[in-house]
């Protein structure tokens, strides 16, 4: 009955997270186009799925990996063991992220536009290990307390060079790469390490020290994968091969064998999770689990929960992006396009349940300085001007180089300017702005622009939306703290003088 209770509460929440793009297509669908798609009944259905898979895989985070997660990182957080916390930290990176529906859903079209060039279990492989890795390197910053801004300014001076030089096929990829690897599985479990850490070691705060594993898990994934690409898009191409094999497979394979088969590979996804904790809570803490029962239950779930999820991304979401992307093109003029990127980025930001969870942490950490429901705003402002931007580029034709390199170079100038108390939570906060519902259909988006949009190639325009929900939230918070610490500071001048 309690479980009925919870699953009934994460399927209102999911509703609830679906709802702003509904009445966003509807809005449009409507007033705007005045027309109804063909494929309507199955996108109700695929949304219907998404939000019966969303429940479920929450209802089991909360069962197992949460509860499970959250205890671990207390326990080393006490131990106090430098080696043991930059391992966990490792493992619980590369892990949380192999399993990140987002990722998912991103690696597998950017596998499919390129026709097998770029594989998609590659790709999460070398962006969970770049997370992974980060995260041990987060970790290892709280615990010796070195200052935030100077990772993120030489960070971000790397990746605007190795985007000089990355193909063009790649980069739009990449910056997606890194914006959706920090979502619904990662944030609470990389956001309680970083605040339980920085809370158990003395002289740390935890808005300055507690904050930015999730900006660090943001980042290096953008190197990494542009360096693939360079690997990738110098060598032969072999891309034939492999998209004919992969066909051979999708045709042999049918009905209830391809469903246990799809079943097998969501669990190979969350089989690290599994390892990591059990090894971490077994091996090395020599502890039992309190409700190994309840755990089980909950991974179950979990993996459920995800399979479903997938099915509804190709059912609703993918097509609903799509769809709308081929009847604003019809229409005279962007103005409309323009408005519906605007409009999603903002409503489904609002609407994004680990935004508010960091703005409530923030809250708390800040003692007052800090109001959540204005960072949620600005967050939401930065996604809306962000996919606005993102969307522009893919009009025009730009090169998303100029863009991508001209956003962080302000970010990194905002940074050095910005106090130091919020630079660690801006950060934080452009990686959680996008989430398992916004993402697949912000994908879906600008690959159906990219299609019908004369002059465009989907695997070099079509990407790269994300990239632009990343990179403004941290600009529109950043510029915030710097206007309001310049009123302060103003108004205390002028205290003084009277």
Known sequence: ????????????HAFKNLLPIVVVVVFFQLVILQQV??????????????????ALFLQGLELSIFPVGKSLSNQFARKGSVPVLLAFGFAIG?????????????????QDISEGRIDALTLRLLVAFSVGMVIALGVFRTIMGYPLHWFMIIGYIVVVVVTWFAPEEIVGLAYDSGGVTTNIVTVPLIAALGIGLASSIRGRNPLMDGFG?????????MITVQLYGIFVFSGPDLSADVSMLATGDEDALSGPLRMLLELAEMFRDVLPIILTILFFQYVVLRKGLSNPRKILFGFLLVIIGLYAFVVGLKLGLFPIGTSMAEQLITLEGFVFVYLFAFMIGFATTMAEPALIAIGQQAEQAA??????????????VGVAVGIT????????????????IGGYSLVIILTALAPRYIIALAYDLGGVTTS?????????????LASHIEGRNVLIDGFGLIAFASIFPIVTVMSYAIVAQWLTTR????EVET
Do not use: C, W
């Open 1 to 12: 009955m309690v479980y009925l209770k919870a699953f009934a509460h994460a399927l209102l």
């Open 37 to 54: 798609p063909d494929n309507t009944l199955s996108m109700i259905i695929g949304l219907i799925i998404v939000a019966f898979g969303v």
């Open 94 to 110: 590369f892990s949380a992220v192999v399993a990140e529906p987002a990722l998912i859903a991103v690696a597998q079209q950017a």
């Open 213 to 221: 594993l999730v900006a660090l898990a943001v980042m290096v994934p």
């Open 367 to 380: 003692s007052g300085k800090l109001d959540g429901n204005v960072i949620r705003m600005l967050v939401a």
């Open 389 to 404: 931007i993102g969307v522009h580029r893919l009009i025009v034709g730009g090169s998303i180089h100029y863009y991508v």
């Open 436 to 448: 398992e519902v916004t993402v697949p259909l912000v994908t879906a988006l600008g690959i159906g």
């Open 491 to 494: 108004q205390e001048n002028r």
